[in-house]
């Protein structure tokens, strides 16, 4: 089974600290990502990882920033955390072939801006 | 604009079979239609895909209508265990051109097994 792992199930942090969220798969997938949840909001992806080293922005990637320097982690990073920061922080994996690709998603990490 | 249309909310009694809508009008050609779902306090979890014919796998049914705009997940003896946020998601595969733009997860159907 496709194991993904975060760093933290819970997280709290103080308005303008430096945040990193990491997340871990164990199946050499190329593809990884990190989601926000907001109640009413859905998912809404932040960043996408297509190789190490490689990131395209999701559709709220302002505040954060990624880093992926090695094939099994992808790390989110809060510059600077604000209180509108507060969320649910999901990663997780992605593989696929013949037309279709299926994601792997980690439990979460509540993160939690005083 | 929204690919998908589900209801917000659904109840079911236990041991029946849940069927879970979802409008998806604007399916193109090499769209496939996804279903996750999220229990509560969990990352969402893979059920089942589909292109056109109708799907089974160990956890559920996908029928797919033959003009491809709507589809139906059936959980056929459902559980209390079954209680969880329910996605519809239409989009074009990574590994097939599509973007990460079509990674979209909706609001998705509450569905909450009554027992």
């Known amino acids: 089974d496709v194991k993904v792992t975060q760093s933290s199930r819970y997280l709290v942090k103080r308005t303008g600290e430096k945040v990193f969220l990491e997340c871990v798969q164990d199946?050499?997938?190329?593809?990884m990502f990190w989601y926000r949840q907001d109640p009413g909001l859905g998912l809404r992806l932040i960043y996408f990882s297509y190789d190490v080293k490689m990131k395209e922005k999701g559709d709220i990637p302002e505040g954060y920033s990624v880093s992926r320097e090695k094939k099994e982690r992808f790390s989110l990073i809060l510059e600077s955390a604000s209180t509108n920061q507060t969320s649910m922080y999901l990663c997780?994996?992605?593989?696929?072939?013949?037309?279709?690709?299926?994601?792997?998603f980690g439990p979460g990490t509540r993160l939690t801006v005083l | 604009d929204a690919k998908t249309t589900q209801p917000p909310s659904m109840d079911c009694a236990e041991g029946r079979a849940a069927n879970l809508p979802c409008n998806h009008s604007t399916i193109s050609g090499n769209e496939y239609v996804y279903w996750y779902r999220q229990i509560h306090s969990q990352g969402p979890q893979y059920i089942i895909h589909g292109l056109k014919n109708n799907e089974t796998n160990e956890m559920a049914s996908l029928i797919i209508t033959e003009d491809r705009k709507s589809s139906t997940l059936i959980l056929p003896h459902a559980t209390l265990r079954d209680t969880a946020v329910y996605y519809c998601i239409v989009r074009v595969a990574l590994y097939s051109g599509g973007g990460a733009d079509g990674l979209t997860f909706g609001k998705g159907t509450h569905l909450i097994i009554q027992p």
């Open positions: 997780g994996s992605l593989t696929g072939g013949g037309g279709t690709d299926t994601q792997y």
């Open positions: 199946m050499d997938h190329e593809n």
